[in-house]
């Protein structure tokens, strides 16, 4: 049974500014009145979006014609119908997909099988917001819509056209023609001719004559034969300048013009943005492989208007001198999170761009606090050389032990500059950018341990919960890259998203964002996204 339009088309007529809109009847009694929307441009969103043409209260129409509308422009149209459910809820009943019901107690809304299945022995409670499901024995019913309420979400039930008017072809052919031809009787007040008789052309294109009568001429007659097929090649003509108007253009054509710009178009997306991604083609190319021309695309893709393309460029510089080719964006290390073997980590508070990453050797749950990676300085103990602390305040520095002791009473004020010594008691420290840990290395952690992961180094990106590492390149005894390869390079991004009030980011988008960057971002770009919501 179905309760929407089915199959709704609409094409131009053949006389005069007009469009005629077709459609089958849904099936289901509940169905008690059908409405035919219009807007320019755009699908209507509801059943009181938009300009009605038609509302049927009698459920027999099938058809009508929208006259008189403006011509050569694009007027999409929808169909809505108002659906009754009247079918009431049993326990322990089989339901398939699609089913529909209302509670033994109505509450003004319906509710459809999402998964099939036996209703349960105790009658669920009923949610009361659309698109809400709830589990009733093995089945799950979605909270579909308010009953009565309008259909909406039939892609069935909505279709596109243009309009021309083929009397302009007619009226044209014979505007352009010599005057010459007009034939005129010899006693018409129109043109009074020297001859008595009407002339050699009379009745080949028409005939004025003195009671005001006019006919058409043989020639008139002959090319009338051919008017609706001019009417169409009319239209045909006019129809292709509106197919590369990214406003006019119908929206079923839309994914084709964007093709012929070189784009994909997700059909998916509201028609309006879908519009506009393609008026913004020609600045998105021009800027196409910069963090400006990406953020347009990924705004006109997700229709989130705050997007910041953020390269890691801009905060660090990175030597050339490691593998890019091996970036992978990380997790940082979270308290009471269950991690399974092999997972990699970097330390919530990371040491800047030379930082180590951990792997998971025990699986669990990792504890209430994070595992102390490097040492912390403690007071009046012995330290070796090569032994590495960092200060009981973090400085994103660590310290080496140069010269071997005994600390002092207190803590001395450390320097960050790379290199920089201070004496502290009788040792001797010197600043030093981690990774400073022995690979190997292994922390207690919770139910986990971990492991200082081998030659790999982390980058903490600042503000974010997000870090990536990479491979160390093979080096020479001269410090040299062994393997040019190992040199390729590549932008590593951060794609930025602050949500404004009734924005949001969904599985499709992250999709299109996908599609976006392999479209649109320099080859072998690495990014993360990040979500800030109101």
């Known amino acids: 049974m179905t309760t929407a339009l089915q199959n709704l088309t609409s094409r131009s007529g053949i006389e005069g500014p007009q469009i005629v809109v077709t459609w089958e009847l849904p099936t289901d009694a509940g169905v008690s009145e059908l409405k035919i929307m219009k807007r320019r441009q755009t699908y209507p969103e509801d059943y009181t979006d938009g300009t009605e043409v038609l509302n049927d209260l009698t459920m027999t129409r099938t058809s009508v014609v929208d006259w008189g509308i403006l011509d050569n422009v694009c007027w999409c149209y929808q169909g809505f119908t108002k659906y009754t459910c009247s079918t009431t809820w049993v326990n322990a009943t089989i339901y398939e997909e699609g089913d529909r019901v209302i509670p ?23 949610p009361l917001t659309l698109g809400i499901e709830v589990i009733d024995g093995t089945i799950t019913w979605e909270v579909k819509n308010t009953n009565p309420g309008w259909e909406t979400d039939n892609v069935q039930s909505r279709y596109s056209s243009f309009t021309w008017d083929s009397e302009y072809m007619t009226r044209l052919l014979f505007r352009i023609l010599p005057s010459i031809y007009v034939v005129e009787d010899a006693a018409s007040p129109q043109v009074a001719l020297t001859a008595t008789a009407d002339t050699d052309y009379d009745g080949e294109i028409r005939a004025y004559h003195e009671d005001g009568t006019v006919e058409r001429g043989q020639l008139e007659r002959f090319l009338m034969i051919y008017g609706s097929l001019f009417a169409r090649v009319k239209g045909a003509v006019d129809f292709y300048p509106q197919m ?170 450390w320097p960050t500059n790379f290199e920089d010594t201070i004496v502290d008691g009788t040792v001797t420290w010197v600043v030093r950018t981690p990774p400073l ?98």
């Open 244 to 413: 590369v108007n990214a406003d006019e253009c119908l929206p079923r054509y839309i994914p084709r013009l964007a093709s012929l710009l070189g784009m994909m178009v997700d059909g998916a997306l509201p028609v309006s943005d879908q519009r506009a991604l393609i008026r913004n083609a020609v600045a998105i190319y021009r800027q196409k492989g910069t963090d400006d021309g990406l953020a347009r695309a990924l705004r006109s893709n997700t229709s989130v208007t705050d997007v910041t393309v953020d390269s890691m460029a801009k905060h660090v510089m990175v030597s050339n001198r490691f593998d890019k080719r091996s970036a992978t964006f990380i997790d940082k290390w979270a308290t009471g999170v269950t991690y399974a073997l092999g997972n990699i980590i970097a330390p919530s508070t990371a040491f800047g761009p030379l930082g180590r990453v951990f792997e998971c050797t025990t699986a669990g749950i990792s504890g209430g606090a994070e595992p102390q990676w490097v040492p912390v300085w403690v007071t009046t103990t012995a330290y070796q050389i090569d032994d590495v602390i960092v200060p009981t305040t973090p400085n994103g520095k660590a310290l080496i032990c140069t010269i071997g002791g005994m600390s002092g009473g207190g803590e001395p004020t």
């Open 437 to 534: 840990e022995g690979i190997g290395d292994t922390f207690a952690d919770g139910a986990a341990e971990w492991t200082t992961s081998d030659a790999r180094t982390v980058y903490d990106w600042a503000l974010d919960e997000t870090a990536f590492s990479w491979e160390q390149p093979t080096i020479d005894a001269y410090g040299r890259v062994t393997e040019e390869a190992e040199l390729y390079s590549f932008e590593i991004l951060r794609l930025w998203f602050v949500l404004a009030a009734g924005e949001s980011i969904s599985d499709d988008d992250l999709s299109r964002i996908d599609r976006v960057m392999t479209e649109f971002a320099p080859a072998d770009t690495r990014y993360v996204v990040r979500i800030e919501g109101p």
């Open 104 to 126: 033994t107690v109505p509450n003004g809304f319906y509710y459809e099988v999402t998964t099939a299945g036996t209703s349960g022995g105790l009658e669920p409670t009923w």
